[in-house]
């Protein structure tokens, strides 16, 4: 990495205390362990987990807590919605382990654990609500990774071959897909489906919902579910629909660290069923993820 020793103010942006401006959140206050949601009401759900809190902080839809359960140190994010918001969550997230008395500290070897705990749609009708998904790969329609000259294209393969299976227009942004973490996928995800998870730039007409306007894509949703890719675990499948895992996926595979998401099914598109009250399942999927990190 090439020195920041004179990145600008306005380039490395830092809030009054020296935390990074967005996440409230520096060296010292950021642990190695990060879980991330998208409200910041579900961050109050690991208060009642952990045994102790050493940090917590508000701005915007960003809710930081950090604290510690059975003796491992972990740090509870909310990110809002949308590959936007994690543009600026992992961006952060990887400067606060560089930063020091304003300063970046190019030497710091620190790698995080990234675990998404979110909701999302089924794309199969056999993964129905309530079931867990844990995402093995994640294919991106949002194109937030082709702004990055880091981008190298992990999976070129799998890139033309969804790009074929699609038929996009090409008024759309470029498709992108990354891998998650092998180790957390066996570690967290273990007992769960495994398969790939479709990041959307927006929940109506970029997931194929009609509401007033009309996705440009049709038979989106069609589509995506019967793209299939083979690997060492056998043929996957696009198993749901959601919007911020490539985005986590690609920012962990440029800077250095391990990311899975697991989510909460909570919409199955094909069968057209909803969870309506999700808040207990949540509940559990976030203690049972807290619970395999340690």
């Given at each position: 990495?090439?020195?920041?020793?004179d990145m600008?103010?306005?380039?490395?942006?830092?809030?009054?205390?020296?935390?990074?401006?967005?996440?409230?959140?520096?060296?010292?206050?950021?642990?190695?362990?990060?879980?991330?949601?998208?409200?910041?009401?579900?961050?109050?759900?690991?208060?009642?987990?952990?045994?102790?809190?050493?940090?917590?902080?508000?701005?915007?839809?960003?809710?930081?807590?950090?604290?510690?359960?059975?003796?491992?140190?972990?740090?509870?994010?909310?990110?809002?919605?949308?590959?936007?918001?994690?543009?600026?969550?992992?961006?952060?997230?990887?400067?606060?382990?560089?930063?020091?008395?304003?300063?970046?500290?190019?030497?710091?070897?620190?790698?995080?654990?990234?675990?998404?705990?979110?909701?999302?749609?089924?794309?199969?009708?056999?993964?129905?609500?309530?079931?867990?998904?844990?995402?093995?790969?994640?294919?991106?329609?949002?194109?937030?990774?082709?702004?990055?000259?880091?981008?190298?294209?992990?999976?070129?393969?799998?890139?033309?071959?969804?790009?074929?299976?699609?038929?996009?227009?090409?008024r759309l942004?470029?498709?992108?897909?990354?891998?998650?973490?092998?180790?957390?996928?066996?570690?967290?995800?273990?007992?769960?489906?495994?398969?790939?998870?479709?990041?959307?730039?927006?929940?109506?007409?970029?997931?194929?919902?009609?509401?007033?306007?009309?996705?440009?894509?049709?038979?989106?949703?069609?589509?995506?579910?019967?793209?299939?890719?083979?690997?060492?675990?056998?043929?996957?499948?696009?198993?749901?629909?959601?919007?911020?895992?490539?985005?986590?996926?690609?920012?962990?595979?440029?800077?250095g660290h391990?990311?899975?998401?697991?989510?909460?099914?909570?919409?199955?598109?094909?069968?057209?069923?909803?969870?309506?009250?999700?808040?207990?399942?949540?509940?559990?999927?976030?203690?049972?993820?807290?619970?395999?990190?340690?």
């Open positions: 990495m090439e020195s920041k020793s600008k103010a306005s380039e490395l942006v830092l809030a009054p205390d020296g935390s990074l401006y967005h996440i409230h959140l520096s060296s010292s206050t950021l642990a190695d362990k990060v879980l991330l949601v998208g409200d910041p009401g579900r961050v109050d759900m690991f208060k009642e987990i952990f045994d102790s809190v050493e940090h917590e902080s508000f701005n915007r839809e960003m809710h930081a807590l950090t604290g510690c359960y059975h003796g491992t140190r972990m740090t509870a994010l909310s990110t809002g919605m949308g590959c936007d918001n994690i543009d600026i969550v992992m961006t952060e997230l990887d400067a606060a382990l560089h930063v020091e008395n304003g300063k970046w500290n190019d030497s710091c070897d620190r790698r995080l654990q990234v675990v998404r705990i979110g909701t999302s749609g089924s794309l199969q009708a056999e993964v129905d609500c309530g079931s867990h998904v844990a995402s093995r790969y994640a294919i991106g329609l949002d194109g937030l990774m082709n702004y990055y000259r880091e981008w190298d294209t992990p999976l070129p393969a799998m890139d033309q071959s969804f790009m074929v299976h699609m038929g996009l227009n090409r942004a470029q498709p992108y897909c990354v891998e998650g973490s092998p180790s957390l996928l066996g570690s967290v995800g273990m007992g769960m489906h495994h398969g790939i998870t479709a990041t959307a730039p927006g929940f109506y007409g970029p997931q194929g919902r009609t509401i007033r306007l009309h996705p440009a894509i049709k038979d989106l949703n069609e589509k995506l579910a019967s793209f299939e890719w083979k690997d060492g675990g056998g043929n996957l499948r696009i198993t749901n629909f959601e919007m911020e895992t490539s985005a986590i996926y690609g920012f962990s595979h440029m800077m391990d990311a899975l998401t697991v989510c909460l099914i909570i919409a199955n598109r094909p069968r057209g069923t909803f969870l309506n009250d999700y808040h207990p399942q949540m509940r559990q999927l976030v203690g049972t993820v807290v619970e395999r990190l340690v």
